[in-house]
């Protein structure tokens, strides 16, 4: 099993800067693919991003999302980041990495996930 921590979030201003980390142990990093996902009061958990295992060769992004986020990994360090720039009060939601043997846009996919870190974007 894989245990996920994410961390970076805070609060930020529109148009700043964000880089979110999800940090696994236990179980073999490399093995699994990665998505971030989020979730605002009242609203469903939506997809953000995705990596694939090993080595990230392939990505996905939500629309909302594209041009402004970019995911990666790094397998050494066990971790899959976040980079999110030109925010948006629209990106405020609770974010949140997840893990599973195979690369998806759906939450329900994934086995693996983190307690999620908060980010807020001021207008």
């Known amino acids: 099993q894989v245990q996920l921590v994410e961390s970076g979030g805070g609060l930020v201003q529109a148009g700043g800067s964000l880089k979110l980390s999800c940090a696994a142990s236990?179980?073999?990093?490399?093995?699994?693919?990665v998505g971030w996902f989020r979730q605002a009061p009242g609203k469903e958990r939506e997809f953000v991003a995705a990596i694939s295992y090993p080595g990230g060769s392939r990505t996905s992004y939500a629309d909302s999302v594209k041009g402004r986020f970019t995911i990666s990994r790094d397998n050494a360090k066990r971790t899959a980041y976040l980079q999110m720039n030109s925010l948006k009060p629209e990106d405020t939601a609770v974010y949140y990495c997840?893990?599973?043997?195979?690369?998806?846009?759906?939450?329900?996919?994934?086995?693996?996930w983190g307690q999620g870190t908060q980010v807020t974007v001021s207008s």
């Open positions: 997840a893990a599973d043997g195979k690369m998806s846009e759906r939450p329900s996919q994934y086995d693996y």
């Open positions: 236990g179980g073999t990093f490399s093995n699994y693919a």
